[in-house]
């Protein structure tokens, strides 16, 4: 199956509009050309609109967030989801400042996304509709962990009820859940975390999935996560003694350029599970 | 001869003033550096006439274009062509949004660029005076090629007779061409098109090559496409089985910094065409 | 001493709110991650302050200066200040623009820097209150060389004594000082300048030592220079004939990840000198 969505990716090559943080822009970029798709970085009110018009997702990343840009995320947020494309917001630093979680809830309310993905600090902020997070990394003590697991889906499964987005939690667990399903996904490295940005990547490359996969978003963004994680081990595996966390990122993209299919299926750590309940 | 431009810039250091995209800008500053120039990037309008006085080339690129760096752009055009300075335009998804198209169309009357360095798609947006393009990339039906050729020439020479400006059109084939003379350039591999800001940095470099080689603006831009190119083989050349495309941009930059003339010579694969009729 | 400063950033795990330019920030992030500190970038005003109080050091960086993040930078700038954290002005440019040379100055005036950070040209314009400078590197009339050595440290520290700042100036050969003791370090390679950023990389990892040291900035400050520079003796080690700037950047980020304490105090080139006349 996950073979399929990454072949749809590539068969397809979803142009994707990202209005992300400057940070880490250039290499959600290569991400997205890495996995087959193409990107395009627009972030001016006057353009937001058509330039979403001519793609078929959105990715909104709300680090390095500024006055001018908010309305122009607003605009191709609302003009994506007219044109029903996928839509993912990632709510990078939200916690950290009253702007960037009021800019989160406030694109949630406008707007319909498929997928919010970030780390448990900031969801459990949105989910909170406040709070604070000690910057844009999660919190300790927020972490998901073998022992907390079972709640920590169950938190997650509610918000995604109450949002109607599918919520992806990435960390030393990964969760994309939505009100029914969860799917559990340990693939990846803490190293990753060392890196700045494999979050917004996996944000870039979670949208094309969902664009090429319009009929199985639940799968598609569980497939980018594990894609993801998978990346971080073949890229991991590729380097030298002297190797550190610059040339890590290399190595990673490089690995997802190179990701075929049955090594996707064989190296995927993913576990289903349905809320019988629902 | 193409070595004797590379050599100019070696010895002249050019300083390149660039407003850029933010997401390739540390790229192109890196190839700048590479090829032996030095980058200034500065894009508000109050320093912008200040920073180009200082520089000996500046190098518009409209990728992320917002309502605050266009005032920059012209003021600094229009001190850039005051000051003899080398002068390029990078019409980045032209055709992609009005503002774009409008913005470089509004660059192109208000400032006489030496180059405007594009893919095809953007180029024809701009002689068309409008139109759209599918993002960032060209369009497949526009793709120049052998059987194409002679008619893209003649479009693009069309082109910079109405505009007064070198066309530098990069693809598959690139063609760079004044009125009256053509070359056409076959260097390169397709697998630059998988890497963000190829093109980007090559505006960048070439806006070196212009500002060392004043008196042979034509020459020195087509140099630089070959430098492009080749930079791209030699890199290719050096990669291992799991590099991808985050490996390969730093191999075409490095391959750039290494670049020497008599290597230059022997790989440049360009063929001038002279126009009969004029 | 210098492997207690490492060891006190690795320990801490300092958070550096950075405003920033956009060329190369995402190197200032990496660079953090790399010495064990971990990076924020806002530069909205709105935000600001409540970034900077969440973080333990600020890295007011002003390359591509616009209108909208001085506000920031000024409001970031007294909060962290009135809350004893780490603060660092890198002045990139100043000389090189009135826009960029006032806006130092007034945030000198309205902010007490524990260190401003920046080449001999750009520190020269600062103490003199104007000037011009070519660019973003250093003129090489201004260098600081075995034979005018004595006299660089005199003039650095009387800046130093005027702004009651540590003043780290960086070139071939290096120094840190106040108005009473300098460091004199020579660590580090020319190849360093091929690489775009590497005095923002050093000035974000500078802030992390100086934020984990609090009580030793000056020493911190030193040993952050030195720091960097045998990362770019260890990198340069790594690299191979074809190896250029772009793979340059990546192995000293890379030799900043694996940097160990004995192999700093080994490799350090540091020499204190002491003004006795104070």
């Known amino acids: 199956m996950l073979k399929e969505y990454l072949k749809n990716v590539r068969d397809s090559h979803p142009l994707i509009h990202n209005i992300t943080n400057y940070v880490t822009v250039n290499d959600v970029a290569n991400i997205l050309l890495a996995c087959g798709a193409s990107p395009i970085m627009a972030d001016e009110l006057e353009e937001a609109e058509e330039i979403t018009s001519i793609c078929n997702g959105l990715n909104i990343n709300i680090g390095t967030l500024n006055s001018r840009t908010i309305p ?11 044109l ?3 839509l993912l917001l990632d709510p990078v630093g939200a916690g950290a400042s009253r702007l960037r979680t009021d800019t989160a809830l406030k694109l949630m309310e406008n707007i319909q996304f498929d997928v919010i993905r970030g780390n448990i600090s900031e969801i459990k902020t949105l989910a909170k509709h406040g709070g604070h997070t000690k910057g844009v990394d999660a919190d300790a003590s ?3 962990r073998e022992d907390n697991l079972a709640q920590a889906i169950s938190f997650i499964q509610t918000f995604a009820e109450e949002t109607g987005s599918i919520i992806a939690v990435t ?3 990964d969760i994309v859940a939505n009100k029914t399903i969860a799917y559990v996904i ?3 490295r803490a190293e990753m975390g060392r890196i700045t940005g494999t979050g917004c990547q996996l944000s870039g490359l979670m949208t094309a999935f969902l664009a090429a996969n319009r009929e199985n978003s639940l799968e598609a963004a569980a497939t980018a996560v594990s894609v993801m994680g998978i990346a971080g081990e073949i890229g991991w595996n590729h380097m030298k003694p002297e190797d550190g966390n610059s040339t890590y990122r290399n190595r990673i993209i490089d690995a997802v350029y190179h990701m075929d299919g049955d090594t996707l299926e064989r190296m995927a750590k993913i576990k289903k599970i349905e809320n019988k309940k629902n």
């Open 72 to 82: 122009a995320m607003l605009a191709a947020g609302k003009k994506a989801e007219e």
């Open 84 to 86: 029903g494309h996928a």
């Open 142 to 144: 927020d972490e998901v």
């Open 171 to 173: 960390g030393a667990i």
């Open 186 to 188: 340990q693939n990846g």
